[in-house]
């Protein structure tokens, strides 16, 4: 635990030095939960969507795109059951003035569970060695035995709870279960009650509920509303999806993770309209696409799981998580949600207005069905940057002590592609063939000349925003028109004439390779 905060708290840490995230308006010692991303961060972050919206509408013919207003209508939030449900249990600890989301408490205790389990695996493991067998292991241990049990209980009491809306019950665990304050060790706990998440404001001159405007907390409903404008003007068949990356809001309450939990984030959400029974075949086929997705980039299988929902959202007949082991373990990074006709059925009985599909196949109108992929770009953000990161004995050196830290990010999400320095920085020619060269390479990626330190530091400096390529530019370059191309991962050097370099760069960054693997 204490290196998962160790490792958790360097992210954070790097995340700043090098520009890639700060916190929002830091200068009056910041505003929980919201944070800016710097000259790094957002190059990487516009990789990352750009990565997701090609896969989505670059490379399917029936999925299109659209980018709606942030507010909407506020009959919108009460047709999708945001108003009435879209709230989390919160509970106070009177000692320590914590607030806390109950159900969270319970699944951390539920997780406890999990790692004492693991424990006791790894610790049979080694004991029995060859000889161990994990599954009778699991099935016979009277200790691990008990702590399943005691799991799928409490995981199931979750669930019913939470399903009921039962917040004097959700408290009673609590207090069962002898669940601290992880902050003191305190039990002394308030009652649990209901919190809705949407921030609102106030609509010009018209005072009262009629006038409450809410930021929209997820962007698949200016999706559903826009469901025939779309259909109609693009003429698409069933099954077709309507694609979109934008900004989300929610009053987040514990807001302890840097970018994992923000009240101000960006989503990247596609809904799939396809004819009611063919949901179950699509929510397979949209978990298998999507895990195809995020594997494409390199990260391990291991690092990825899915995670079946146990309580089911107000409008969902299906729903599974991909979780990624984050510093803090494994947590939800996407949703993929069979979410039935709920919404478009909902906003036809408000609007009063028919939102229906013509389908010419079986000649008969019906209000679609929905599969919907949905994932937080800033999560993909911290799971990229987290499984990047790594401190390493420099490849090729003898010496465990000569350690660099460099961000193995895959090259096309890099946020700089290549980085040209000259050997000297004193020395005119050197400058101005360095110069001559970053000219050539930067209408076709994003480069970065730097000539403020010795080349050693400049590559350390490269290593750490995952730059693929450092390009040194020496003396028998003014000779010879050849630079050397550094490696990042290998740091490997090769001695090439400059005329090769954009081609070189080029096979190795670009976008294309990932999307051939999908
Ligand atoms: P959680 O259980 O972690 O609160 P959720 O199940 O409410 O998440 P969804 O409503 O399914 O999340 O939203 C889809 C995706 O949006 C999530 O998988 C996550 O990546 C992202 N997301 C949701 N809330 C936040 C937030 N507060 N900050 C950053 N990303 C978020």
């Known amino acids: 635990m204490a290196n998962q905060e160790q490792s958790f708290k360097s992210i954070v840490a790097h995340c700043k030095e090098y520009g890639f995230i700060y916190q929002s308006s830091e200068v009056y010692d910041g505003l929980a939960a919201v944070y800016d991303y710097g000259p790094n961060g957002v190059e990487l972050k516009n990789n990352i969507k750009e990565y997701w919206w090609k896969a989505m509408v670059q490379l399917h013919d029936n999925i299109v795109g659209i980018d709606a207003a942030i507010f909407m209508h506020p009959k919108t939030w009460k047709a999708s059951g945001h108003v009435d449900a879209f709230n989390v249990p919160l509970i106070d600890n009177k000692d320590s003035k914590k607030r806390y989301r109950a159900d969270q408490l319970v699944e951390e ?13 790894a610790k049979a493991k080694k004991r029995f060695g060859e000889a161990f067998d994990e599954t009778k292991y699991l099935a016979e241990s009277p200790r691990v035995v008990g702590y399943q049990e005691e799991k799928k209980k409490v995981s199931g009491q979750l669930a019913q709870l939470m399903t009921d809306n039962d917040m004097e019950g959700l408290g009673k665990l609590i207090v069962d279960l002898d669940i601290a304050d992880p902050v003191n060790g305190s039990k002394n706990w308030t009652d649990v009650r209901q919190f809705n998440l949407m921030f609102s404001t106030q609509l010009g001159n018209i005072a009262g509920e009629e006038g409450k405007l809410y930021l929209r907390p997820e962007t698949a409903q200016g999706i559903f509303v826009n469901f025939l ?7 698409q ?12 809001f929610r009053n987040e309450i514990v807001a302890r993770q840097f970018i994992f939990r923000m009240k101000e984030f960006e989503q990247m959400e596609m809904q799939f309209f396809i004819q009611p029974g ?10 298998d696409q999507r895990m195809a997705w995020h594997l494409a980039l ?42 039935t006709d709920f919404d478009l059925a909902s906003h036809q009985e408000l609007s009063g207005r028919k939102i229906q ?9 019906y209000v679609p069905y929905v599969v919907e992929t949905s994932i937080g770009c800033d999560r993909m953000f911290l799971a990229v940057l987290s499984n990047a990161l790594i401190k390493e004995q420099v490849p090729g050196s003898d010496d465990p002590n000569n350690l660099r830290e460099v961000l193995k990010i895959h090259p096309a999400l890099a946020p700089v592609k290549c980085a040209v320095l000259p050997l000297k920085r004193n020395d005119e020619n050197l400058v101005a063939k360095a110069q001559e ?20 530091k400049l590559y350390r400096r490269q290593d750490a925003i995952g730059t693929p390529y450092c390009v040194t530019v020496d003396f028998e370059s003014l000779d010879d028109n050849t630079v050397t191309i550094r490696d990042r991962d290998t740091l490997q050097q090769e001695r090439i004439p400059i005329d090769q370099l954009q081609e070189k760069i080029r096979d190795r960054v670009n976008m294309e390779q990932l999307l051939e693997k999908l």
């Not at 404008?229 to 003429?235: G, M, S």
């Not at 930067?442 to 000539?451: A, G, K, T, V, W």
């Open 109 to 121: 205790y539920i997780e406890k569970l999990e790692n004492k389990i693991n424990k006791d695996v």
């Open 229 to 235: 404008n779309v259909q109609k003007t693009t003429r």
């Open 237 to 248: 068949k069933l099954p077709f999806g309507i694609a979109q990356i934008g900004k989300a």
């Open 278 to 287: 063919s949901q179950a075949d699509w929510y397979q086929k949209w978990k």
């Open 298 to 339: 390199g990260t391990s299988d291991t690092k990825l799981r899915f995670h079946d929902h146990e309580n089911l959202a107000h409008y969902a007949d299906a729903a599974v998580d991909i979780q990624f082991e984050f510093p803090f373990g494994f947590r939800e990074l996407e949703g993929i949600h069979s979410r």
């Open 357 to 365: 599909y013509f389908d010419p196949k079986t000649n008969e109108s």
């Open 437 to 456: 060269v970053f000219k050539k390479l930067r209408p076709h990626f994003n480069c970065q000349y730097d000539d403020t330190g010795s080349i050693g």
